[in-house]
C-alpha cells in the first residue's frame, strides 16, 4: 500500500465523522448506531438521506450544502476514494454530512426500519453480469423498502442504459411508479435562466451537481438518467424476466483518476 494511501486511512481514523469498520463486524450484529442517527450522530430529528456507493463523496457533500434541513450518510466501501469527500466536509465545517464505510450488503445492521427517508444511488456499477450485486435489484430493493419511512423514495442518477432499462423493467414487474423519470437529465430536467444565464432545476427539483464520473461521461457525450420511485412496504418482490443489451462503453472511464 502507498503511502499516500495509508495516510489517507491515517486521517480517516482520526476523523469524527467518519465511521469505519471491519468487514466481519457487523455482518450479522447489529452495530450501536443503528436506531440512534438522529440523536448519537446529528443531534437532531431531520430526514436521513443515504448515499450508497458514495466513491469519491462529493454527491453526499454537495447536497448536504444544497439541503441543510436533511442529514446525509455517504457508503461506501472503498475508503481511499472517501476521503477526498470526507476532507471537503470537514474543511467546510459541514455538520449534517458523516460518512460510513462498510460494505451495502450490512445496511440491515446499521439502520432500523423506517430510520432513513431516501436513498440516492449515484452512477453505480450497472453490474450486467452479477444480479445479487445490482443496487436496485429485488434483492436490495427488499432491503431498501425495509429502512425507509413510508412514502421514502430511490433516486438513481445514471450514465447507463442497461441499468436504467433494467431498473424500469423491475418497477414495471413490480407495479412501481415513477415520480419523475428522464433518459436525458440535462435535457429535460435542468433549465437555463434566460436572465442569468445559469441552469436551475426543472422538474426534476434536483441540485445541480455532477460527480467525477458525470463529468467524464458528459464529455464523451453520453446522456445522463434519472429515477424517482417510492418502495412500499408490502411489495412481493419478483425480478424482471428480461433480455436487456449490455452497455458498449462499460470500460470507458470507470478506471478513471482524479489526478
Same mark, same amino acid.
Given at each position: 500500500?502507498?503511502?499516500?494511501? *495509508?495516510?489517507? =486511512?491515517?486521517?480517516?481514523?482520526?476523523?469524527?465523522?467518519? %465511521?469505519?469498520?471491519?468487514?466481519?463486524?457487523?455482518?450479522?450484529?447489529?452495530?450501536?448506531?443503528? /436506531?440512534?442517527?438522529?440523536?448519537?450522530?446529528?443531534?437532531?430529528?431531520?430526514?436521513?438521506?443515504?448515499?450508497?456507493?458514495?466513491?469519491? /463523496?462529493? $454527491?453526499?457533500?454537495? *447536497?448536504?450544502?444544497?439541503?441543510?434541513?436533511?442529514? $446525509?450518510?455517504?457508503?461506501?466501501?472503498?475508503?481511499?476514494?472517501?476521503?477526498?469527500?470526507?476532507?471537503?466536509?470537514?474543511?467546510?465545517?459541514?455538520?449534517?454530512?458523516?460518512?460510513?464505510?462498510?460494505?451495502?450488503?450490512?445496511?440491515?445492521?446499521?439502520?432500523?426500519?423506517?430510520?432513513?427517508?431516501?436513498?440516492?444511488?449515484?452512477?453505480?456499477?450497472?453490474?450486467?453480469?452479477?444480479?445479487?450485486?445490482?443496487?436496485?435489484?429485488?434483492?436490495?430493493?427488499?432491503?431498501?423498502?425495509?429502512?425507509?419511512?413510508?412514502?421514502?423514495?430511490?433516486?438513481?442518477?445514471?450514465?447507463?442504459?442497461?441499468?436504467?432499462? %433494467?431498473?424500469?423493467?423491475?418497477?414495471?414487474?413490480?407495479? *412501481?411508479?415513477?415520480? %419523475?423519470?428522464?433518459?436525458?437529465?440535462?435535457?429535460?430536467?435542468?433549465?437555463?435562466?434566460?436572465?442569468?444565464? *445559469?441552469?436551475?432545476?426543472?422538474?426534476?427539483?434536483?441540485?445541480?451537481?455532477?460527480? =467525477? %464520473?458525470?463529468?467524464?461521461?458528459?464529455?464523451?457525450?453520453?446522456?445522463?438518467? $434519472?429515477?424517482?420511485?417510492?418502495?412500499?412496504?408490502?411489495?412481493?418482490?419478483?425480478?424482471?424476466?428480461?433480455?436487456?443489451?449490455?452497455?458498449? $462503453?462499460?470500460?470507458?472511464?470507470?478506471?478513471?483518476?482524479?489526478?
Amino acid at each position: 500500500m502507498g503511502k499516500n494511501k *495509508l495516510k489517507k =486511512f491515517e486521517d480517516m481514523r482520526s476523523w469524527e465523522h467518519v %465511521y469505519e469498520f471491519a468487514q466481519s463486524d457487523y455482518a450479522t450484529v447489529d452495530h450501536p448506531l443503528k /436506531g440512534r442517527w438522529h440523536e448519537e450522530v446529528f443531534g437532531n430529528d431531520h430526514p436521513v438521506v443515504l448515499e450508497l456507493g458514495c466513491g469519491k /463523496g462529493e $454527491y453526499a457533500v454537495g *447536497l448536504a450544502q444544497a439541503c441543510p434541513d436533511k442529514n $446525509y450518510i455517504g457508503i461506501d466501501i472503498k475508503g481511499a476514494r472517501m476521503w477526498t469527500g470526507a476532507r471537503e466536509a470537514a474543511e467546510k465545517g459541514l455538520e449534517n454530512v458523516v460518512f460510513l464505510r462498510t460494505h451495502i450488503e450490512f445496511l440491515p445492521q446499521f439502520f432500523a426500519p423506517d430510520e432513513v427517508s431516501e436513498i440516492w444511488l449515484t452512477f453505480p456499477d450497472p453490474q450486467m453480469k452479477k444480479l445479487r450485486k445490482r443496487l436496485t435489484s429485488t434483492r436490495f430493493m427488499q432491503q431498501y423498502a425495509r429502512l425507509l419511512v413510508s412514502g421514502g423514495c430511490i433516486h438513481l442518477k445514471t450514465d447507463s442504459r442497461f441499468l436504467f432499462e %433494467y431498473t424500469e423493467a423491475m418497477m414495471a414487474a413490480n407495479h *412501481l411508479t415513477a415520480q %419523475y423519470r428522464s433518459d436525458d437529465l440535462y435535457r429535460d430536467g435542468f433549465q437555463t435562466d434566460p436572465r442569468t444565464g *445559469l441552469r436551475q432545476p426543472g422538474a426534476a427539483s434536483l441540485p445541480d451537481i455532477q460527480t =467525477f %464520473y458525470e463529468k467524464q461521461w458528459l464529455a464523451r457525450g453520453l446522456s445522463i438518467k $434519472y429515477l424517482r420511485f417510492a418502495l412500499p412496504k408490502d411489495t412481493v418482490w419478483q425480478e424482471p424476466e428480461v433480455e436487456i443489451e449490455p452497455d458498449e $462503453y462499460r470500460s470507458f472511464g470507470r478506471s478513471a483518476r482524479n489526478i
